[in-house]
């Protein structure tokens, strides 16, 4: 009976240590299903942050690449820019030559025009002189009034026209072979006075006699 007895002590003492024993355990399990739970939070989180990260390091690229062609498109405009730079510069180099080959012509024509007006000056101090010579010619001579007359008008109209060959700068070649000829004709006349006043002298001679 006794020992029954102690038997059933150590079954029930077995039994409370199987007890608190399972207790134990369905606490353990119950700390580590916490744990499990926060472990599979722990990761749906981490898969949450890793998502997101992909989503930004896509986005990332694709700012990347959106950088990368703008800075290609920057590039490009630059390239272009340059070469309208070139370009203008070349413009201006052609642009500076063309005025430097104008200024050149035009100071040759200025050239040119001096020694024109010089050799239209110098015709007209000869013609000047000319018509002194022919004046005092005509005021020697009282018997060819009215041929000095012409002589006279033919110088005004000389005169004229050497004028206008200096104002113009046209036709004046063939208006000074003109007035040459004119000259000419002029000095031929004059000879032709001079010579009708020796026969008239010597004709007052002979009636003198």
């Given at each position: 009976m006794d020992k029954q007895h102690n038997q059933n002590k150590v079954n029930e003492k077995k039994a409370s240590e199987l007890v608190l024993a399972n207790?134990?355990?369905?606490?353990?399990?119950?700390?580590?299903?916490?744990?499990?739970?926060?472990?599979?939070?722990?990761?749906?989180?981490?898969?949450?942050?890793?998502?997101?990260?992909?989503?930004?390091?896509?986005?990332?690229?694709?700012?990347?690449?959106?950088?990368?062609?703008?800075?290609?498109?920057?590039?490009k405009r630059a390239n272009e820019?340059?070469?309208?730079?070139?370009?203008?510069?070349?413009?201006?180099?052609?642009?500076v030559r063309a005025n430097q080959e104008k200024d050149k012509r035009?100071?040759?024509?200025?050239?040119?025009?001096?020694?024109?007006d010089k050799r239209a000056n110098e015709l007209v101090r000869a013609n000047q002189e000319k018509d002194k010579r022919a004046n005092e010619l005509v005021l020697a001579n009282q018997e060819k009034d009215k041929r000095a007359d012409e002589l006279v008008l033919a110088n005004q109209e000389k005169d004229k026209r050497?004028?206008?060959?200096?104002?113009?700068?046209?036709?004046?070649?063939?208006?000074?072979?003109?007035?040459?000829?004119?000259?000419?004709?002029?000095?031929?006349?004059?000879?032709e006075l001079i010579l009708v006043n020796e026969e008239l002298d010597f004709l007052r001679g002979l009636f003198k006699k």
């Amino acid at each position: 009976m006794d020992k029954q007895h102690n038997q059933n002590k150590v079954n029930e003492k077995k039994a409370s240590e199987l007890v608190l024993a399972n207790k134990v355990l369905a606490l353990q399990n119950k700390e580590k299903d916490k744990r499990i739970d926060e472990l599979v939070l722990a990761n749906q989180e981490k898969d949450k942050l890793v998502d997101e990260l992909v989503l930004a390091n896509q986005e990332k690229d694709k700012r990347a690449n959106e950088l990368v062609r703008a800075n290609q498109e920057k590039d490009k405009r630059a390239n272009e820019l340059v070469l309208a730079n070139q370009e203008k510069d070349k413009r201006a180099d052609e642009l500076v030559r063309a005025n430097q080959e104008k200024d050149k012509r035009a100071n040759e024509l200025v050239l040119a025009n001096q020694e024109k007006d010089k050799r239209a000056n110098e015709l007209v101090r000869a013609n000047q002189e000319k018509d002194k010579r022919a004046n005092e010619l005509v005021l020697a001579n009282q018997e060819k009034d009215k041929r000095a007359d012409e002589l006279v008008l033919a110088n005004q109209e000389k005169d004229k026209r050497a004028d206008e060959l200096v104002l113009a700068n046209q036709e004046k070649d063939k208006r000074a072979n003109e007035l040459v000829l004119a000259n000419q004709e002029k000095d031929k006349r004059a000879n032709e006075l001079i010579l009708v006043n020796e026969e008239l002298d010597f004709l007052r001679g002979l009636f003198k006699k």
